[in-house]
T-cell receptor
Framework: GAGVSQSPRYKVTKRGQDVALRCDPISGHVSLYWYRQALGQGPEFLTYFNYEAQQDKSGLPNDRFSAERPEGSISTLTIQRTEQRDSAMYRC????????????????FGQGTRLTVV | GQNIDQPTEMTATEGAIVQINCTYQTSGFNGLFWYQQHAGEAPTFLSYNVLDGLEEKGRFSSFLSRSKGYSYLLLKELQMKDSASYLCAVLAPSGNTPLVFGKGTRLSVIA
């Protein structure tokens, strides 16, 4: 696609429900990142893929959070048993190559999914 | 570990020059990015430095000193539309947590 696409743009869910957030990266981009961003703060790293392989999940807050990218393209971030503290903007970014690439490895961000847990 | 520091807020006057600093201590280094983020929007790429020195791109310039773990973003001829958050991000080598962002500097441009 022309840019990174995330869906839904807004999600309101009740505490205890599971949610799945989708990211469709730029076609051909190898690396895909998930971030969480609180208002007035920088993006907080959650997890990272190269192709379908999850390279680093050290930023996932706890085991209620998981992510997959089964075919090396679209990725899903799943939050189980949501809690109010999970409310935030969740952003996805993709880049042509990952950190092991040389040169400019600019990451392009999607518009994000605003998650509200009530 | 990763630690990236930037000032929280800055204010500058339209037409002036402002310098936003970023210091970092990271496990490995493969380059430093600056992003601009307007309120309610996604971050957008401004610059990338991997070698020491100054990179100039129109009104915006970015400087890097790897030995000091220091970068700055220089904005010249400030315009009201430059009011935004400016994010410093460090790209780590393979095996380290990649592309870690600082908390961002909120710049307000006043008339």
């Amino acid at each position: 696609g022309a840019g990174v696409s995330q869906s839904p743009r807004y999600k309101v869910t009740k505490r205890g429900q599971d949610v799945a957030l989708r990211c469709d990266p730029i076609s051909g981009h190898v690396s895909l990142y998930w971030y969480r961003q609180a208002l007035g703060q920088g993006p907080e790293f959650l997890t990272y893929f190269n192709y379908e392989a999850q390279q680093d999940k050290s930023g996932l807050p706890n085991d209620r959070f998981s992510a997959e990218r089964p075919e090396g393209s679209i990725s899903t971030l799943t939050i189980q048993r949501t809690e109010q503290r999970d409310s935030a903007m969740y952003r996805c970014a993709s880049s042509l190559v990952g950190s092991q690439g040389a040169g400019n490895t600019e990451a392009f961000f999607g518009q994000g999914t605003r998650l509200t847990v009530v | 570990g990763q630690n990236i520091d930037q000032p929280t807020e800055m204010t500058a006057t339209e037409g002036a020059i402002v310098q936003i600093n970023c210091t970092y201590q990271t496990s490995g280094f493969n380059g430093l990015f600056w992003y601009q983020q307007h309120a309610g929007e996604a971050p957008t790429f401004l610059s990338y430095n991997v070698l020491d020195g100054l990179e100039e791109k129109g009104r915006f310039s970015s400087f890097l000193s790897r030995s000091k773990g220091y970068s700055y973003l220089l904005l010249k001829e400030l315009q009201m539309k430059d009011s935004a958050s400016y994010l410093c991000a460090v790209l780590a080598p393979s095996g380290n947590t990649p592309l870690v962002f600082g908390k961002g500097t909120r710049l307000s441009v006043i008339a």
